[in-house]
C-alpha cells in the first residue's frame, strides 16, 4: 500500500532527523562540573576506603 | 583491585545529558537531574549487573529521577517549550533536513512517555525490548508510544506535505504524494 510507504518514509524522515537533534546533544561538550564530581566521588571513595574487596 | 564499573560511567555523560535534555527540554534541569543520576550511579553501583549495558541502567535511573520529580511536583515538571530550542544553533535546511526550529518545537509538544520512547527507540538505537525494559512497560506499549509519537510529529511538521516534498527523491517523492505508478511501477 502506498500508504504504508508514505508512512514508512515518514518514520524515517522522522528519525533520520531525530537522531540528528540527538547527535547535536552528544556533540554538546560535557560541562566540567560532571567530571569535577566524578573525581570528587572517586576520591571520596578511595580516602573512606574500608577494606573494599578486589 | 579489578575494574570498577564505576569507571565507565563517564563514557555515558554525553548520552546521559542528550538524554536528561531530550526528557526535560530544559539545559538547567537537566544537568541537576544527570547530577543527581550520577550521585545515585555511584553509590549504587552494586545494583548494575557487570556485563550488561551499562548505558541502559544509566539512563533507567534517570528516567526514574525524572519521573519521581515530576510525581512530585504534581504536574509536568518542564512545560518550557522552546527554551531548549532556543539554545541550538539553526542549522541550513538541504537534502531532508528538517528545519531544526520547527522539529524542536514538535517534539516538545509531545507527552514525555512518547518523547522518551522515541529518543530511546528512534535516536539511541536501543532495541523495543531495551526500551520496555528500562520504562517498566510492556513491548507493545513501546512501540504504540513510538508510532503515535511518529504520527504526531508528522501531523505536527506536516509532513506529508510541502516539507517532505523538498527532502526526497523522485522515487520516495512518488511514494509519499500517493502515486503509486510511479514508484511501484
Not at chain 2, 549504587?44 to 534517570?62: H, Q, V
Request: hydrophobic residues 40%; aromatic residues 6%.
Amino acid at each position: 500500500m502506498a500508504q504504508d510507504r508514505n508512512k514508512a518514509r515518514q518514520s524515517q524522515v522522522i528519525d533520520d532527523n531525530l537522531k540528528r537533534v540527538y547527535q547535536d546533544m552528544l556533540d554538546e561538550k560535557v560541562p566540567d562540573r560532571f567530571l569535577d564530581l566524578l573525581s570528587q566521588l572517586k576520591g571520596q571513595q578511595e580516602n573512606g576506603n574500608h577494606g573494599e574487596t578486589k | 583491585m579489578s575494574a570498577d564499573p564505576r569507571d565507565e560511567i563517564v563514557e555515558h555523560l554525553p548520552a546521559l545529558r542528550a538524554f536528561a535534555l531530550s526528557l526535560t527540554r530544559n539545559g538547567a534541569l537537566a544537568d541537576d537531574m544527570v547530577q543527581d543520576s550520577l550521585v545515585k550511579a555511584w553509590t549504587k553501583i552494586d545494583s548494575y549487573e557487570p556485563g550488561t549495558n551499562m548505558r541502559a541502567w544509566l539512563f533507567t535511573i534517570l528516567r526514574n529521577t525524572y519521573y519521581s520529580n515530576r510525581r512530585k511536583a504534581g504536574r509536568e515538571v518542564a512545560d518550557v517549550d522552546g527554551v531548549y530550542t532556543a539554545s541550538l544553533s539553526e542549522k541550513p535546511a538541504h537534502d531532508g533536513r528538517l528545519q531544526m526550529t520547527d522539529f524542536h518545537a514538535a517534539f516538545a509538544k509531545l507527552n514525555d512517555e512518547q518523547r522518551e520512547a522515541l529518543i530511546l527507540v528512534g535516536a539511541s538505537g536501543f532495541s523495543y525490548e531495551e526500551a520496555a525494559g528500562m520504562c517498566g512497560v510492556a513491548v507493545g506499549t513501546i512501540k504504540s508510544r513510538t508510532n503515535r509519537a511518529r504520527a504526531r510529529l508528522a501531523e505536527l511538521m506536516h509532513l506529508d506535505m510541502d516539507e517532505a516534498l523538498e527532502m526526497t527523491d523522485g522515487a520516495t517523492l512518488a511514494v509519499i504524494s500517493g502515486n503509486r505508478t510511479a514508484s511501484v511501477g
